[in-house]
Nanobody, 124 residues
Framework: VQLQASGGGLVQAGGSLRLSCTAS????????MSWFRQAPGKEREFVSA???????YYADSVKDRFTIFRDNAKNTVYLQMNSLKAEDTAVYYC???????????????????WGQGTLVTVSS
């Protein structure tokens, strides 16, 4: 499966952005889908995940501000980001893998399909 992330940009603190991740090659309805991010000089970290059954998971740092959802008909997963902070500045990646289990969703080493990343810059 190939993943294409888009929607990043420059936004002021307190603003909103919606990221999209469109898949090709396979239908995402059979996959758990996740977002990770990587800030300059830091390791890639888990942001959010949505399972095949639409259960959602969030890092504590984005809970109540970010919302993940999926449109299987469009083969796309979204990340709605509200109340953005300067510390949300990062390259955001969507990811998936066959055979993911719920307990491993936050582990970047369990993923073997990654999008190319989209840069989100939040100015304070």
């Amino acid at each position: 499966v190939q993943l294409q992330a888009s929607g990043g940009g420059l936004v002021q603190a307190g603003g909103s952005l919606r990221l999209s991740c469109t898949a090709s090659g396979r239908t995402i309805s059979n996959y758990h889908m996740s977002w990770f991010r990587q800030a300059p000089g830091k390791e890639r970290e888990f942001v959010s995940a949505i399972t095949r059954s639409r259960s959602t998971y969030y890092a504590d740092s984005v809970k109540d501000r970010f919302t993940i959802f999926r449109d299987n008909a469009k083969n796309t997963v979204y990340l709605q980001m509200n109340s953005l902070k300067a510390e949300d500045t990062a390259v955001y990646y969507c990811a998936t893998s066959a055979g993911l289990i719920i307990s491993s969703l936050g582990n970047k080493n369990q993923y073997n399909h990654w999008g190319q990343g989209t840069l989100v810059t939040v100015s304070s």
